[in-house]
């Protein structure tokens, strides 16, 4: 695995809690690899082979694709990675305890837990009305209280765990951009310089 001692670090929260907005920000300023499993996830479905139909089933109903799958794209993505970043940003992983138990014992423990915490009815607001234009087969009413109920359920365990182990920096993702955006500078600046 190429990680080459490269900090990792697991970037968690509710269905649009600004994961992506802030990892497509920092990763060009810190120089990192951002490689978000739900955007690895859509190009498998994209790509029109047999698994990816079943993925996007999975997707659709809010439901977490099991983990050899998004293990076996991870560490493609990883070993694929050539720009020689500085490190590495995981978005949207681990999204339950096995995957995170998993993830340690094979892989890496994570530098840092970014965590976005942001009510639901807004991250509702801001996903109905991403549906409008984002073509997601998940921005709809229906599946996003599937995702809400999975996330609660099962991932914000993941997120406990972490704290429990002093790795999370949680941020509370009910505000601007650029507000959430110094949070999240201020989280890494220990972790990279
Ligand atoms: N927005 C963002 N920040 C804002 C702010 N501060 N103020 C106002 N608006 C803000 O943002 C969402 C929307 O909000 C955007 O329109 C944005 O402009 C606006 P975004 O940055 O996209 O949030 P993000 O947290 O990335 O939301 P996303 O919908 O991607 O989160 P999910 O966790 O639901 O989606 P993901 O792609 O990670 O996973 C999708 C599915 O894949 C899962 O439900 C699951 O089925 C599957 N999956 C797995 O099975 N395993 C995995 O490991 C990963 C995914
Ligand atoms: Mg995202």
Known sequence: LKLDGR????V???????????????REQYCLSHLSV????RAEVSSGSDLGTTINGYIKDGQIVPME???????QAIDRDVSGSHGFLIDGFPREIGQAVDWERKMCI?????????PLSLLEQRLLKRGETSGRADDNLESIKKRFRTFQETSMPVVEYYKALGKVAEIS??????????????ALAQYLP
């Open 7 to 10: 900090p990792l670090v697991f």
């Open 12 to 26: 968690l929260g509710g269905p649009g809690s600004g994961k992506g907005t802030q990892c497509a920000i920092i």
């Open 38 to 41: 739900g955007d690895l996830l």
């Open 69 to 75: 799958v998004t293990l076996r794209l991870v560490k």
């Open 110 to 118: 994570p530098s840092l837990v970014l965590f976005y915490d942001c």
């Open 173 to 186: 993702s009910d505000a601007t951009v650029a507000e959430v955006l110094h949070k999240t500078q201020d």
